[in-house]
């Protein structure tokens, strides 16, 4: 996982480059007539979004790219870093971007969400003898990637000594597994699926911090896009696409049920 979101890192400032050049957030009737997506993902957040190889995929990659088979569309995928993507879907540079953003209030300013495809929290992880409570990371040091909800909730954490943030969720990680920080918060399923395959750090899931509600985003007022988006995620549910997926990458049922 180390090296491959290495590759990713790497590539980011090609993507970026290309993704600067070209397209721009169009309504429905412009993709229709285009027959494809134009959309961001950032491909490290395993296993929602991430690179096999060369290969961007992902529970959340597939769900989208199930969802523009209904429509009757591709997706041609670029790679944005996260904390970049709000700004470049609010500058209209994309049609919409999925890369696991849980609803707030301050991202709702500037771009719509559409329905949720799935929901989630954050959680603590730490060593297994470790700083697992939100009490317990009093005095600690805490480890979240740039510009997420993580971040927002370690601020909210009485006494927390000091957050460390990080460009990528892996590096976040890394960080904790070196002992750099006494603990990270991420997602819930995100920790598991990570911990399952790092399983001699030492490391354990601890206290469930928040939760939330993850959706795709587009520019606001997209209306028939939105509503158009909805509709295929909405199908996908019912045919028992997403249902496959979510047990292939989780092992459960991750919708807002
Ligand atoms: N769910 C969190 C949030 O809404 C983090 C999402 C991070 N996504 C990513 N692709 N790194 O802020």
């Given at each position: 996982m180390r090296l491959k979101s290495k590759l990713a890192t790497a590539l980011l400032p090609l993507a970026l480059l290309l993704a600067g050049t070209s397209a721009e957030a169009r309504d429905w009737a412009a993709i229709k007539a285009d027959g494809k997506f134009i959309a961001v993902t950032e491909g490290a957040f395993f296993p929602f979004n991430?690179?096999?190889?060369?290969?961007?995929?992902?529970?959340?990659?597939?769900?989208?790219?199930?969802?523009a088979k209904k429509l009757g569309l591709a997706i041609e995928w670029r790679v944005?870093?996260?904390?970049?993507?709000?700004?470049?879907?609010?500058?209209?540079?994309?049609?919409?971007?999925?890369a696991s953003h849980g609803y707030t209030e301050e991202r709702a300013k500037s771009v719509d969400f559409t329905n949720?495809?799935?929901?989630?929290?954050?959680?603590?992880?730490?060593?297994?003898?470790?700083?697992?409570?939100a009490a317990a990371l009093a005095g600690k040091t805490v480890a979240v990637q740039l510009a997420t909800s993580y971040a927002d909730s370690a601020k909210k954490i009485a006494g927390v000594k000091e957050i460390k943030t990080y460009k990528a969720d892996p590096e976040a990680f890394s960080a904790l597994k070196s002992k750099k920080v006494d603990a990270w918060i991420s997602d819930k399923w995100l920790i598991k699926a990570t911990l399952e395959k790092n399983a001699d750090a030492g490391i354990v899931?601890?206290?469930?911090?928040?939760?939330?509600?993850?959706s795709a985003i587009m520019r606001k007022n997209n209306k028939e896009l939105a509503e158009q988006w909805n509709r295929g995620l909405?199908?996908?549910m019912k045919d028992g696409t997403y249902a496959t997926l979510s047990q292939k990458y989780f092992k459960t049922d991750v919708s807002c049920h």
């Open positions: 991430y690179f096999e190889g060369a290969k961007l995929t992902g529970f959340e990659v597939e769900v989208a790219e199930a969802v944005v870093p996260f904390d970049a993507q709000v700004a470049s879907i609010r500058q209209d540079r994309f049609d919409f971007a999925i949720p495809h799935y929901c989630t929290g954050g959680q603590i992880a730490a060593p297994k003898d470790g700083a697992l409570t899931a601890g206290e469930q911090v928040f939760v939330e509600r993850v909405a199908e996908v």
